[in-house]
């Protein structure tokens, strides 16, 4: 305590792991029964849905304004839920993510193209991410474990079971999640919209709710993380629309008319019209 005496701490005793925060926000009137769960993806919490790195609305506001009540998570051992000792309960120590591996991985700019000085970087043509803001985006990145997938997996599902009906967005890992729980739930998962999913699980039988896949831009450069990443997503929609409910559809931008966007759809300065889509693509479901 600042100004206070030193004190012994004993780490031993009872601990909790494998939380996950869940902040609600409800609708006086919601104009749809369904709320929108928003799972956020690898490294990152859910800020990512609450404003844009330039300063605006994010996609939190537009479901909101839409009529949906809103459920925004924090999941496992990120942001507000928190994390547990290594190796006393986590048995490895943490991920740290580099600006420069992220210029990369989200498709900012070509590799080799993140320099200290942002005067120098180079950046995808045309593209979409606020770039004079990626270095007040890098400070909302947070620490990820590699092997926590089960923990993370069984925290989703029960919040979808405590839920109820509901819709789930979800980007990059988080999306890989929402297919997971969908799966488990098809009575209570009514749709999921998978952003740029990073990952996906094993193809099973049975009913699955209807699916959109949603791309970005900034493809051209050979990636085999991004390459095998797409081709989960299309084998497994594939698979989608061999079921009987025929239900998963693919949204790539660039074959749509908006080019330029990033692994970040929802935080490009195109994000209010991706936005669009995606309720359009909701009130065609009936949803």
Known sequence: ??????????????HVAGQMYVQAFRLALPRSPLPVLLWHGGGMTGSSWESTPDGRCGWLWRFLSAGYDVLV????????????????????PPMFRSKEEAWRMFRIGPPGGYVSDPAHRQVYPGQQFPTDFFDEFAKQWVPRWADHEDMTLSAYSALAERTGPCIVVAHSQGAGFAVAVAQRHPDIVRAVIAIEPGGMPETRGGSLPPHLIVWGDHFRQPDPVWQGYRALAD???AHGNRLPSNCFETLI?????????????????NSDAIADLLLEWLRKQSL
């Open 1 to 14: 305590m600042l100004g206070g005496e030193p004190r012994r701490v004993d780490p031993n005793g009872d």
């Open 73 to 92: 998570s924090d999941a496992v051992e990120r942001g507000r839920s928190s994390w547990a000792m290594y190796p006393q309960i986590y048995a490895e």
């Open 235 to 237: 084998n497994y929609a």
């Open 253 to 269: 931008l660039p074959l749509a008319g908006y080019r330029g966007n990033s692994h970040f759809p929802m935080l490009d300065r």
